[in-house]
């Protein structure tokens, strides 16, 4: 594919790729190179607004995922961090799989190795392996079942009450199940997510003091927003204005209070990556979305820049793989899960 004057201005950085500014300009190459390429792009919920506002599809991880499966496209370009990018591979094996930048990883994903959890599989030969859609493919295919934050409580309780349960990467997403299931062989791996872990008990506390006529939004779709979760549930923010939504139900929470009767709401508090804000004030433009926490933002997700996205259609890179017989035994991971309850909201 020829290079382009815009594409020659891309730089790589520390931070990622810069040197080019989302105008009309780069849309409409976007859209050729798309056009081009039978390529589909999608992002996530968390990713910067131009991004979202030039993708075919936003939404959250297994959502996009299974779009990804279902469209006719024959590359997908997977604006999002790398293991959602390998949840699609794993769920489309037959398409080609782009991220815009490799180097998107996330540190929740990263908290638990293959290895690690060869380790802790040994130690619990007869346990059943829960893990969290934030993890990689190597550790998807040594995983009974998957779970997201909606269905967790739900995926535990189909599990043989006799039976251990090794719940990761998580600790606050486990810490909830724990408290919900009421289960005492439930083991709890201590992963977290760096940018969730700073929303914070007492930051949600005086929130609530603050804003006194505030909704709090949930997010519990991504394993983004689990520590709020754990929260929430702990009595940090009272318990009846506190919804705990997939990333669906938390746009049409917001639609549904936009066009309320009676005492409309006006500010609704979002504990959840502050890319989500975006998609909220297109939804309910009358409503005050503000974040709990406006520092929430995730530097990997904001790796997949304008010049980023540009680059990976231009150059077809950077394309996702996943071994076959990897992507075989995480695939039945997953299908596990959606076996047994529902993973969780859609766009
Ligand atoms: S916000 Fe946290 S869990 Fe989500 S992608 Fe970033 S590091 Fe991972």
């Not at 929303?199 to 949600?204: A, H, P, S, T, V």
Request: proline content about 4%.
């Amino acid at each position: 594919m020829a290079t382009t004057a815009l594409a020659e201005r891309v730089h790589d950085g520390p931070a990622g790729y810069s040197g080019v500014f989302p105008d009309a300009e780069w849309a409409a190459e976007i859209a050729r190179l798309a056009a081009e390429r039978n390529a589909t792009i999608l992002a996530h919920n968390y990713q910067l607004p131009e991004i979202q506002d030039i993708a075919d599809h936003v939404g959250d991880s297994l959502a996009l995922s299974r779009i990804a499966a279902d469209v006719d496209a024959e590359t997908i370009v997977f604006c999002g961090v790398h293991f959602m990018a390998e949840t699609a591979k794993i769920l489309s094996p037959a398409k080609t799989v782009l991220i815009p930048d490799a180097r998107a990883g996330c540190s929740l994903a990263d908290s638990i190795t293959a290895d690690e959890l060869r380790a802790w599989r040994a130690e619990y030969p007869d346990a059943v392996v829960v893990s969290y859609v934030n993890t990689t493919a190597e550790v998807k295919a040594l995983t009974d079942i998957c779970c997201t934050s909606s269905n967790a409580v739900e995926v535990v309780e189909s599990v043989d009450p006799a039976r251990d349960v090794l719940f990761l990467p998580d600790q606050f997403l486990g810490a909830h199940v724990k408290r919900r299931t009421g289960r005492e062989n439930l083991h709890i791996w201590a992963g977290e997510c760096h940018v969730h872990a700073a929303i914070n008990g007492d930051e949600l506390t005086a929130q609530a003091r603050s804003h006194p006529d505030a909704e709090l939004f949930v997010h519990p779709e991504c394993g983004c927003a689990t520590s709020a979760l754990y929260l929430a549930g702990e009595g940090a923010f009272p318990a009846d204005r506190v919804h705990i939504l997939s990333t669906g139900g938390m746009i049409t929470e917001a639609r549904s209070l936009r066009s309320a009767v009676g005492a409309p709401t006006k500010q609704v508090l979002v504990a959840t990556e502050i890319g989500m804000l975006h998609q909220l004030r297109k939804a309910a433009p009358g409503i005050d979305f503000e974040a709990v926490n406006d520092r929430a933002s995730c530097k990997y997700m904001k790796m997949i820049t304008p010049a980023a996205l540009l680059r990976c259609l231009v150059e077809g890179r950077d394309e996702v793989h996943v071994d076959a017989d990897v992507a075989a035994r995480a695939r039945s991971s997953v299908q596990r899960m959606i076996e047994i309850g529902t993973p969780g909201g859609g766009e």
